[in-house]
C-alpha cells in the first residue's frame, strides 16, 4: 500500500483542466547467454551471487568486452523501429551510488546511441492508429537486485535489513527511450498501454528478448506531467519506476494524472521524483528525488572502445527483420476469414499470437481460438493476469488440443491438465501420465460401469427401453462421475442404448 492516501480529482475533471504529457522508457533484457560484458550466464533463477565475476563486480584490474550478439540485437531493435543507426556510437559511465550498481557506475550510452530518431505506430482498440516517436534506443547493463527483510512493504524502509544479489548486475539491455506524446488527452492510459503491448510484440517478434514483464526482463518507467489547458510549457514530471504489467501501466497513468491534478488544483507543487507503483491498489508513492544528466556525470568509458555499426552490416541485419506482427496479423485475418471487430477484439485480450503460435505448433486455429478466449482467458481473469503472461506456452496448448483430437482426452481432463500446466505441475503428457487422466477405451470396463447405473436406476432404465432416449443422459453422467471424467460420453451413450435395447 502506498505510505499515504493520496487524494485525486476525478478524471473528467482532469481533462476539463489539464493535457497530459508522457514519456515512456521501457528497459528489456536481451536474450543473450552472456552478460554485456563478460562470460557470465544471465540465466534467470540463479542461487544468488553465484553468476558473477570480477568484471562485473567491478573488481580491480578487470576489464569489460563487449557482447557481439547484444549489439546485434540493439541494432535489430533500431531498425525494427525505424530509427537511424549511428555508424559509430560509444558507451558512458553514469556515475552513482547506489548498492544495487557494484562498480558505483553503470555502463551505458548517452549523446551518442546506436538508435535514434524512430517511431512505432500504435493500434487502438477503437481501430485508430497514434504514432509514437521514438528519441532513442540505447545499450546498457542492467543492475543487481535488492531484497529488503522486514518491514510492511517489502521496500527499503521500515526493513531491518537488506540482501544483495548481482546475479542480474550486467545484464544486457536495450532502453528504448520516446519522445514527449503530446495530445492524448483521455486517452493517454490506453495509448501507454497499447505502446507497451505493441513494443512487447514486436521485440518479441525479432526473438532478442522474452519480455516476460513478471520477470523483469521488460519493464517501464512512465514519466507524466501536466500543463494546464492552452499552456505551452511542459509541468514537473514524475517518473512512476518497473511498472510490471500492461494493465498496471494504464493504472500508473490514470493515476499519476488524478494525482497531480489534485496537488495542482490545490495550489501544491509536483515535486520532480522516483515513484513507486503499488499492484495491490493500483496507487504510487514517493521514491527518491529524480536526479538531471548532470548529476550522473555522463563520460566515455575509456575500456571500451566505439562500436561501429557500417552500414552494408546494418543492412545485412535489416534483412534479417522478421514480419512485422502487424502485418503479419492482417494477413492471418485473411486466412481465418474472420471481421476486423472479431480481430480487434482478439488483439485486444492479446490473444492473436498467442493463438497463431498455437496453430504453428500443430492445433488447428478453430481449436486454438477457442483455448485461448473461453478457457484460458478465463484462467488469465482469475489469477489476475494478462492472457500472454499465462504459464503456458502455445505449445503446450497444442499438445493438449492434440490429445483431445486423438480422443486420448475429453475436453474437462484436457481443462484439468491445462490447469495443472498453469499451477506448475509439468508438462501436458507427464501430467496425464502421473494423473492417469487418459480416457477409458477398454470397453469391458465401460461395460462394467453402465451396467452398475442401469441397476442403479431401474426406473431410468425402464424409460429409455421405453423409447425416452434423453433419459439416457443420467446414466451417462453417473458412469462419467464413476469414471472420474475418464470415459467418452459418445461411447458410454452408445453402450446404454445398446444394453437397453
Same mark, same amino acid.
Given at each position: 500500500m502506498s505510505a499515504a492516501i493520496d487524494e485525486l480529482m476525478d478524471f473528467d475533471d482532469v481533462i476539463e483542466t489539464y493535457d497530459p504529457v508522457m514519456g515512456m522508457e521501457v528497459h528489456v533484457e536481451l536474450g543473450t547467454a552472456t552478460k554485456m560484458f563478460c562470460g557470465c550466464p544471465t540465466t534467470f533463477g540463479g542461487e544468488p551471487n553465484t553468476q558473477v565475476c570480477p568484471a562485473c563486480l567491478g573488481l580491480p584490474g578487470a576489464l569489460p568486452v563487449a557482447n557481439a550478439k547484444a549489439v546485434e540485437s540493439a541494432v535489430r531493435i533500431g531498425l525494427a523501429l525505424n530509427c537511424s543507426i549511428r555508424e559509430s556510437s560509444v558507451f558512458a559511465r553514469k556515475n552513482y551510488f547506489y548498492p544495487d550498481q557494484p562498480k558505483n557506475y553503470q555502463i551505458s550510452q548517452y549523446d551518442e546511441p546506436t538508435s535514434y530518431d524512430g517511431y512505432l505506430d500504435v493500434n487502438l482498440a477503437d481501430g485508430t492508429t497514434w504514432r509514437v516517436e521514438i528519441e532513442r534506443a540505447h545499450m546498457e547493463e542492467d543492475t543487481g537486485k535488492s531484497l529488503h527483510i522486514g518491514g510492511a512493504t517489502g521496500r527499503i524502509h521500515g526493513a531491518s535489513h537488506s540482501l544483495l544479489d548481482y546475479n542480474r548486475a550486467g545484464v544486457p539491455l536495450v532502453e528504448i527511450v520516446t519522445r514527449p506524446i503530446e495530445g492524448a488527452g483521455e486517452r493517454a492510459p490506453e495509448i501507454a498501454r497499447a505502446y507497451v503491448s505493441a513494443l512487447r510484440d514486436l521485440l518479441k517478434s525479432l526473438d532478442v528478448s522474452d519480455v516476460r514483464m513478471d520477470q523483469g526482463s521488460m519493464r517501464c518507467d512512465v514519466n507524466l506531467s501536466l500543463k494546464a489547458k492552452g499552456a505551452t510549457e511542459f509541468g514537473t514530471r514524475t517518473e +512512476?519506476?518497473?511498472?510490471?504489467?500492461? &494493465?498496471?501501466?494504464?493504472?500508473?497513468?490514470?493515476?499519476?494524472?488524478?494525482?497531480? =491534478?489534485?496537488?495542482?488544483?490545490?495550489?501544491?507543487?509536483?515535486?520532480? #521524483? +522516483?515513484?513507486?507503483?503499488?499492484?495491490?491498489?493500483?496507487?504510487?508513492?514517493?521514491?527518491?528525488?529524480?536526479?538531471?544528466?548532470?548529476?550522473?556525470?555522463?563520460?566515455?568509458?575509456?575500456?571500451?572502445?566505439?562500436?561501429?555499426?557500417?552500414?552494408?552490416?546494418?543492412?545485412?541485419?535489416?534483412?534479417?527483420?522478421? @514480419?512485422?506482427?502487424? /502485418?503479419?496479423?492482417?494477413? /492471418?485475418? #485473411?486466412?481465418?476469414? !474472420?471481421?476486423?471487430?472479431?480481430?480487434?477484439? $482478439?488483439?485486444?485480450?492479446?490473444?492473436?499470437?498467442?493463438?497463431?503460435?498455437?496453430? @504453428?505448433?500443430?492445433?488447428?486455429?478453430?481449436?486454438?481460438?477457442?483455448?485461448?478466449?473461453?478457457? $484460458?482467458?478465463?484462467?488469465?481473469?482469475?489469477?489476475? !493476469?494478462?492472457?500472454?503472461?499465462?504459464?503456458?506456452?502455445? &505449445?503446450?496448448? %497444442?499438445?493438449? /488440443?492434440?490429445?483431445?483430437?486423438?480422443?486420448?482426452? +475429453?475436453? &474437462?481432463?484436457?481443462?484439468?491438465?491445462?490447469?495443472?500446466? $498453469?499451477?506448475?505441475?509439468?508438462?501436458?503428457?507427464? /501430467?496425464?501420465?502421473?494423473?492417469?487422466?487418459?480416457?477409458?477405451?477398454?470397453?469391458?470396463? $465401460?461395460?462394467?460401469?453402465?451396467?452398475?447405473?442401469?441397476?442403479?436406476?431401474?426406473?431410468?432404465?425402464?424409460?429409455?427401453?421405453?423409447?425416452?432416449?434423453?433419459?439416457?443422459?443420467?446414466?451417462?453422467?453417473?458412469?462419467? &462421475?464413476?469414471?472420474?471424467?475418464? %470415459?467418452?460420453?459418445?461411447?458410454?451413450?452408445?453402450?446404454?442404448? =445398446?444394453?437397453?435395447?
Amino acid at each position: 500500500m502506498s505510505a499515504a492516501i493520496d487524494e485525486l480529482m476525478d478524471f473528467d475533471d482532469v481533462i476539463e483542466t489539464y493535457d497530459p504529457v508522457m514519456g515512456m522508457e521501457v528497459h528489456v533484457e536481451l536474450g543473450t547467454a552472456t552478460k554485456m560484458f563478460c562470460g557470465c550466464p544471465t540465466t534467470f533463477g540463479g542461487e544468488p551471487n553465484t553468476q558473477v565475476c570480477p568484471a562485473c563486480l567491478g573488481l580491480p584490474g578487470a576489464l569489460p568486452v563487449a557482447n557481439a550478439k547484444a549489439v546485434e540485437s540493439a541494432v535489430r531493435i533500431g531498425l525494427a523501429l525505424n530509427c537511424s543507426i549511428r555508424e559509430s556510437s560509444v558507451f558512458a559511465r553514469k556515475n552513482y551510488f547506489y548498492p544495487d550498481q557494484p562498480k558505483n557506475y553503470q555502463i551505458s550510452q548517452y549523446d551518442e546511441p546506436t538508435s535514434y530518431d524512430g517511431y512505432l505506430d500504435v493500434n487502438l482498440a477503437d481501430g485508430t492508429t497514434w504514432r509514437v516517436e521514438i528519441e532513442r534506443a540505447h545499450m546498457e547493463e542492467d543492475t543487481g537486485k535488492s531484497l529488503h527483510i522486514g518491514g510492511a512493504t517489502g521496500r527499503i524502509h521500515g526493513a531491518s535489513h537488506s540482501l544483495l544479489d548481482y546475479n542480474r548486475a550486467g545484464v544486457p539491455l536495450v532502453e528504448i527511450v520516446t519522445r514527449p506524446i503530446e495530445g492524448a488527452g483521455e486517452r493517454a492510459p490506453e495509448i501507454a498501454r497499447a505502446y507497451v503491448s505493441a513494443l512487447r510484440d514486436l521485440l518479441k517478434s525479432l526473438d532478442v528478448s522474452d519480455v516476460r514483464m513478471d520477470q523483469g526482463s521488460m519493464r517501464c518507467d512512465v514519466n507524466l506531467s501536466l500543463k494546464a489547458k492552452g499552456a505551452t510549457e511542459f509541468g514537473t514530471r514524475t517518473e +512512476t519506476k518497473n511498472v510490471n504489467s500492461l &494493465k498496471s501501466v494504464e493504472t500508473a497513468v490514470r493515476f499519476e494524472m488524478q494525482r497531480q =491534478a489534485a496537488v495542482l488544483s490545490g495550489g501544491g507543487e509536483i515535486i520532480q #521524483e +522516483t515513484r513507486h507503483f503499488h499492484e495491490a491498489d493500483g496507487t504510487t508513492s514517493a521514491g527518491r528525488r529524480k536526479e538531471t544528466a548532470e548529476d550522473y556525470r555522463y563520460f566515455p568509458e575509456p575500456d571500451l572502445p566505439p562500436v561501429i555499426a557500417r552500414p552494408e552490416w546494418v543492412e545485412r541485419l535489416r534483412s534479417t527483420l522478421p @514480419e512485422l506482427p502487424w /502485418i503479419r496479423r492482417a494477413r /492471418i485475418q #485473411e486466412q481465418w476469414g !474472420v471481421s476486423d471487430e472479431v480481430m480487434r477484439d $482478439l488483439v485486444n485480450v492479446g490473444a492473436v499470437d498467442l493463438i497463431i503460435e498455437t496453430a @504453428e505448433a500443430g492445433a488447428s486455429a478453430d481449436a486454438a481460438r477457442s483455448w485461448w478466449v473461453s478457457f $484460458l482467458a478465463q484462467q488469465a481473469n482469475a489469477r489476475d !493476469v494478462e492472457l500472454a503472461d499465462l504459464a503456458i506456452a502455445p &505449445k503446450q496448448v %497444442a499438445e493438449v /488440443i492434440g490429445m483431445v483430437d486423438e480422443g486420448k482426452l +475429453t475436453n &474437462k481432463l484436457a481443462q484439468q491438465v491445462v490447469v495443472a500446466v $498453469l499451477d506448475g505441475e509439468g508438462e501436458p503428457t507427464q /501430467i496425464v501420465a502421473d494423473r492417469g487422466l487418459e480416457v477409458v477405451r477398454d470397453d469391458s470396463a $465401460l461395460q462394467q460401469a453402465v451396467d452398475e447405473a442401469l441397476a442403479a436406476n431401474p426406473d431410468i432404465a425402464d424409460k429409455i427401453r421405453g423409447g425416452k432416449v434423453q433419459a439416457a443422459g443420467k446414466i451417462v453422467g453417473d458412469v462419467m &462421475k464413476a469414471t472420474r471424467g475418464q %470415459a467418452d460420453p459418445a461411447r458410454v451413450k452408445e453402450l446404454v442404448l =445398446a444394453a437397453c435395447q
